[in-house]
């Protein structure tokens, strides 16, 4: 059983990191000119649909969480209302947290709200798809031994992992290099892919290495 | 309370460093006193009558040879780019492509000639510049110079050309805009900042260079290319880009010398040679051989070119050119004349007669500048300086005879000629000597030093680490980790005071404190090694470790150091995010799971947990809002500094003006609004102790000063007319008054620093030993302030049992929170005082400051009453503090770069003149470190702040309660008298919280000095590294001791609060 459910995450989370590959490469062949650096914003666009929509689909195909129980139609859409909600919240959030970090607070305003975006996308629209717009499922899963499937497991690392590439990806901002890549948002939003890929991946093979800790309490 | 103890193991752990410190700068620091005099054409050092009759007119000291002079610098023109090699069938890049010079040199013999150039360290551009000049070896810190500009204050050879009405012409690096303003006859400077630039700066010298040699209206001409340089440092020499940027200067080189006339000497130089890789900055031997190439159209050399080209020492250049030029030797030059260019075209013996006398000068003029030299500075070893005198003045004596014979003709050429020749070597050697002694001590890293500096520093740190993980509160442990440790350093000095009393050698004062410090280390280590440290949880300590460790990391780099000011902020608020997501993970901030939760898998969060965001919002807020105060680098040119840095007197609008100045004084009287219901709350304020009183009235008065300060300092010159004697009086009046204030707030607080106010209801005043047990015998006084009751220790079990039935109380207002309340009270004065010394509206940041400490101390506190011994202060904390600190050295417009110095501090109220140079100095230190001085003052309070703010919130709900529970309670909140009552621990908490703040500025100090050693040869070690450096250790020096002066402020209240209760014992 378990075996098998750490087969469907992997298989899940590789969809994901082939589907950011793709959203980098594909565009190319429509687009004349369309590079990940050059047309930046663009891709941070494209990426953020493609990895919501894909793990909306994955959602709703996999249903990781089988425990909810019918539910009327009105709830649903007002269900669908407050995940549309914490997620504008959320990506208002992290524009202002990147903002007080240090991020210009006028120029370049729409790099980093995409960037915002593209945050919240790894993070927050992961736990809405996961837990729901419920707040205090999203605290006790962030914090130790508050998981209790390997989805969830996953969702910790790859969140993790998502904002440590971010904040990484400040780093090299202020080297004298004079990369493309050094200009604000794109090192921070390629540090939170690479993050949030690097997380995709370590997740099942961290499960895999632990099976054996990790016990979930049931609910 | 051991108080001596601890404040004497913080001092030796400082003396350790300051220890380090000292020896790596002597290393590392090459310093040398600039002298302020110049040379002239009437100074008495001309040669012999006979021969000054010959001088023709327009020349100075020796006759002129040529009229003009081009000076082509080609910037890192390494020997091995200029030699050309025939025989070589397949060069590399940089190889052979001047085949223009050898052609020159290979033809034309007599009229040409290379030679290798021996750069001395550091070669660094700017400073070899200075060197080339000025004939001296600049050193990092040329001392009397002036540190806002870059101006070269010394005598120079470009001095010297425009005394002498030459017209001199520039065109090329910037660089020299800045070290010779306002002396050239006419200018092209190009921007030098951009190293991956290779052309900016040779195109346009290029496009300038031939129209202007054609156009005559020149007497020297300077061009200095940089492209090779730039070439180096983006490709490296083995690039083809480099082949192509030789191959233009080759060219260059063949159209100038078509434009030259016959009376115009060529000079073609690089300044410093470069490494493999591209870079020079250092001492070895590639970066130090760069070439020269003397060329001129008339014939210059008698004798044939040696097979390998003579190495001849950079400052040679400059007696040689300014005497071929006929003006005098720059008063510092310290270079030899290349002789073979002064023997003119006669037979031998007149030859060496010429070269005689040039060399004459050049002693006399070395000899007198090493005369006023060492009247100036010690630095020069004395016994060796009396050598040279004698070298000197036995060739002179001797020159003097010789003349006397030749003139009589009492000799015949080849005896003469011998006599010349060792005559002429006399002199070279003596000018060779006193260049080496010079070199010696002003133009070499002292590598052993260095490295020996940066051990004791990395030592101490380490002491500092072992010694804040012990367990210290026993005698046993000052004992053997102070005393012995102490004992072995104090003998080591004597040892060695003594050996040098025995070999009469000069005593290094910092050579003997360095061997004691390191002894006393061993010392500590050797003591340290039986006692077991306590188990420290190593992967708590990972994460403000880490965040320590981003920070050291950051020092290596020139990108990082120069946007420190954005690292600092970015690093403080990811430290207090990752402390909340961690106290989060941890479970911390919810409440525990009750079965029910638990069932439901949900858990809710305290109520702390707004209170703590709302906090964390804050910082984050006043940490951004700080980077509003910024000052800029040279180095990020799209930068602006800050609109808040200048003084309100350069606003034209009046009107903002009037509303900037209302802003900052409103602010300004809110701080100490604050103050004060800070300290009304605990309970502070009520006695009329002449501390309390000066609270009350003396900080509305200084602020009332500092506003008219303000208000008669940034009024426009004019617009006061008739009362502008009066305005001179009030600029110098209100800060002194200020001043004066100030430290009789701060000397009060010495003298009495107790705020308590005692009200005793006891029945009989003689009693027997009394338990002051707090029963508020009036609601009334709950409605104003809280009574902080203190229960005595010695107290026995027994009356602790009787105490229902007690009588006899003392309340104390304010007793729970007295050390804070000295603490905040120095403190508000401090700020006063820094904020006097910037200009006003920097005022606004030192309330972001003031405001941002406030957060972190509640933040810090919150967090350890979620978790954590109160007793000991944890890394995080200590760490956020320091990152605070250098956060705001930074937003009180700062940079470690010494134009960015703010000078005017040093004339808040004094007019233009300073008779010492200590009270400027001082008033500088202070403006520039005032936000190290401020957190390291209020260190402690990490410390104390915690059991200040243990007092709970239900005290205040519930007034009314039956006493016996008010009693349970009471005695719960003793606040700050918690520390008193476990008097070793508190001395132990107090050493603890010294050593780990020591330790984290000891890591960033390490930091920069392993950075300045290790990129001793980095392009950028002049302009940042060193700077950095010298600003971290200055920092640390202040830091530490206002950490002394804090912690001992903290001790003096201790003690006053220990009177105070042996008086009330008494009564």
């Avoid at chain 2, 030993?769 to 508020?776: D, E, H, I, K, N």
Wanted: glycine share 6%; with cysteine; proline share 5%.
């Amino acid at each position: 059983m378990k075996e098998a459910e750490i087969r469907r995450l992997l298989a899940a989370n590789l969809l994901c990191v082939f589907t950011i590959i793709l959203t980098a490469v594909v565009p190319s062949f429509f687009w004349d000119g369309f590079t990940v650096l050059g047309t930046h914003l663009a891709w941070l666009c494209i990426c953020s649909v493609c990895v919501s929509t894909l793990n909306i689909i994955l959602h709703l195909v996999l249903k990781p969480n089988q425990s909810h129980k019918r539910s009327s139609f009105a709830h649903k859409i007002s269900r669908f209302l407050k995940c549309c909600i914490y997620f504008f919240m959320s990506c208002i959030l992290f524009h202002a947290i990147i903002v007080l970090y240090g991020a210009p607070l006028i120029e370049s305003v729409t790099e980093t709200f995409l960037f915002a975006v593209l945050l919240s996308t790894f993070t927050t629209l992961q736990c809405l798809c996961m837990l729901g717009p419920n707040v205090q499922a999203w605290i006790r899963v962030f914090s130790k031994n508050g998981a209790m499937s390997i989805w969830e497991s996953s969702l910790q690392i790859t969140t993790i992992c998502s904002i440590l590439g971010a904040w990484f990806g400040a780093f090299p901002i202020p080297l004298d290099w004079d990369r493309p890549w050094q200009v604000w948002p794109i090192s921070c939003s390629l540090g939170a892919t690479f993050g949030y890929m690097a997380g995709l991946i370590i997740a099942p093979l961290w499960i895999h290495w632990n099976r054996k800790q990790l016990t979930y309490k049931s609910r | 309370m051991q108080r001596w103890p601890v404040l004497l193991f913080l001092a030796w752990v400082c003396f350790l460093f300051f220890a380090g410190i000292g020896l790596f700068m002597s290393g590392f620091l090459l310093t040398r006193i600039e002298l302020a005099s110049s040379s002239s054409c009437a100074d008495p050092l001309l040669p012999p009558p006979w021969e000054r009759q010959g001088l023709p007119p327009g020349s100075c000291w020796a006759p002129q040879r040529f009229s003009k002079a081009v000076l082509v610098i080609i910037d890192a023109l390494h020997f091995e780019f200029a030699r050309f090699n025939p025989a070589k069938t397949s060069p590399l890049p940089y190889e052979n492509k001047l085949s223009f010079l050898h052609h020159l040199a290979t033809s034309q013999p007599r009229h040409a000639r290379l030679y290798r150039f021996r750069a001395d360290p550091p070669t660094a551009t700017m400073q070899r510049i200075k060197g080339l000049t000025t004939g001296s070896l600049p050193t990092f810190i040329d001392v009397g110079s002036n540190f806002a500009t870059y101006a070269i204050q010394e005598d120079n050879l470009l001095a010297q050309l425009v005394q002498n009405g030459r017209r001199v012409v520039f065109m090329g690096d910037d660089t020299w805009e800045g070290l010779f303003p306002k002396k050239f006859f006419r200018s092209y400077f190009f921007p030098s900042f951009n190293v991956k630039d290779l052309h900016t700066v040779d195109d346009g010298i290029l496009q300038h260079l031939y129209p202007t040699v054609d156009s005559g209206e020149w007497d020297v001409l300077i061009a200095h290319f940089l492209g090779v340089d730039h070439c180096g440092h983006k490709h490296g020499p083995d690039h083809p880009e480099m082949a192509k940027k030789l191959t233009q200067m080759n060219e260059m080189l063949r159209s100038l010398v078509d434009h030259l006339g016959n009376d115009t000497l060529l000079l073609v130089a690089g300044d410093h040679g470069m490494t493999e890789t591209g870079d020079h900055g250092g001492d070895s031997e590639k970066e130090v051989n760069a070439a020269l190439f003397v060329y001129s159209k008339t014939p210059l050399f008698v004798t044939v070119p040696p097979e390998e080209p003579e190495a001849i020492p950079q400052v040679n250049l400059v007696p040689t050119v300014a005497l071929l030029l006929g003006v005098p030797i720059p008063y510092s030059n310290i270079g030899e004349v290349m002789a073979e260019l002064f023997s003119g075209d006669g037979d031998a013996v007149s030859a060496a007669l010429q070269q005689l006398s040039v060399y004459h000068i050049n002693a006399k003029q070395v000899d007198r500048f090493l005369h006023s030299y060492s009247l100036v500075a010690q630095d020069l070893p004395a016994e060796q300086l009396q050598h040279l005198q004698q070298l000197f003045s036995s060739a002179v004596e001797e020159h003097t005879q010789l003349l006397a014979q030749v003139q009589g003709a009492t000799l015949v050429p080849p005896e003469l000629e011998s006599r010349l020749g060792s005559l002429i070597s006399r002199f070279q050697l003596y000018l060779r000597e006193a260049r080496a002694l010079c070199t010696q001590s002003w133009a070499r890293f002292h590598l052993l030093r260095m490295v020996g500096g940066c051990t004791l520093i990395a030592t101490s740190c380490l002491l500092c680490y072992m010694a804040s993980e012990l367990s210290a509160s026993s005698d046993s442990f000052y004992r053997s980790c102070l005393l012995y440790p102490l004992l072995w350093g104090l003998m080591v000095a004597l040892l060695l005071g003594l050996a040098h009393a025995f070999t009469q050698e000069g005593l290094d004062l910092l050579l003997v404190s360095s061997w004691a410090a390191a002894a006393s280390q061993l010392g500590f280590f050797w003591h340290w090694w039986g006692r077991h440290p306590k188990q420290a949880p190593w992967l708590g300590l990972a994460f403000p470790m880490g965040i320590l460790l981003f920070r050291c990391g950051a020092m290596f780099s020139d990108s990082f150091v120069v946007a420190e000011a954005r690292v600092a902020p970015f690093l403080l608020a990811s430290l207090v995010m990752l402390l909340v997501g961690k106290l989060h993970w941890d479970g911390r901030l919810t409440v525990p799971e009750g079965p029910k939760q638990q069932f439901l898998g949900f858990s809710s969060y305290r109520r702390e947990i707004w209170y703590l965001l709302c906090l964390v919002a804050m910082l984050l807020i006043c940490v951004r809002l700080s980077g509003f105060f910024h000052q800029c680098r040279e180095e990020i040119p799209q930068c602006r500094p800050s609109l808040f840095l200048s003084p309100l007197a350069s606003l034209r609008n009046t009107r903002a003006k009037n509303l900037f100045y209302l802003l900052c004084v409103v602010l300004l009287a809110g701080l100490v609004y604050a103050v004060r219901s800070w300290l009304r709350h605990y309970g502070n304020l009520n006695s009329s102790d002449p501390l309390v009183l000066f609270v009350r009235w003396g900080f509305p008065l200084v602020v009332l000063c500092i506003a008219c300060y303000w208000a008669v300092a940034s009024s426009a010159d004019d617009s006061l007319g008739k009362l502008q004697e009066l305005v001179q009086v009030a600029v110098v009046a209100f800060p002194w008054a200020v001043y004066g204030l100030a430290s009789m707030g701060l000397l009060l607080l010495l003298c009495n620093p107790m705020t308590v106010f005692a009200k005793d209801t006891r029945e009989s005043p003689g009693s027997i030993v009394t338990p002051y047990l707090g029963v508020p015998t009036s609601e009334v006084d709950f409605l104003h302030v809280i009574p902080q009751i203190y229960k005595r220790m010695q107290e026995s079990q027994k009356s602790r049992l009787e105490r229902g039935s007690c009588r006899a109380t003392v309340a104390a207002y304010g007793l729970g929170s007295v050390y804070s309340a000295a603490l905040v009270i120095a403190l508000t004065l401090l700020g006063f005082l820094l904020m006097l010394l910037h200009s006003e509206r920097l005022s606004l940041a030192f309330l972001l400051l003031f405001l941002e400490a406030f957060v972190l101390l509640h933040i810090h506190s919150r967090a350890r009453g979620l978790a954590g011994d109160p007793f000991s202060v944890p890394w995080y904390a200590v760490i956020s503090w320091l990152l605070a600190a250098s956060q705001f050295f930074y937003s009180t417009g700062h940079q470690p770069i010494f134009p960015a110095i703010h000078w005017n501090a040093a004339f808040v109220g004094f007019h233009l003149d300073h008779s010492t140079n200590l009270l400027p100095a001082v008033l500088v230190g202070a403006n520039t470190f005032a936000s190290h001085i401020l957190f390291a003052v209020g260190c402690p309070l990490l410390l104390l702040w915690p059991f200040v703010c243990e007092m709970p919130s239900s005290q205040k709900k519930k007034p009314k309660k039956e006493p016996r529970e008010e009693l349970q309670e009471v005695e719960e909140h003793m606040m700050e008298m918690r520390l008193r009552e476990s008097p070793e621990k508190f001395s132990t908490a107090l050493l603890q919280l010294g050593l780990k703040y020591l330790f984290v500025l000891g890591t960033q100090l390490l930091a920069c000095v392993c950075a300045a050693m290790i990129l001793r040869r980095h392009l950028m070690v002049w302009k940042v590294f060193a700077p950095k450096f010298l600003f971290e250790s200055l920092g640390f020096v202040v830091s530490s001791i206002c950490l002394l002066l804090g912690i001992s402020l903290v001790m003096r209240v201790d003690c006053a609060v220990s009177t105070w209760f042996n008086q009330l014992q008494l009564r």
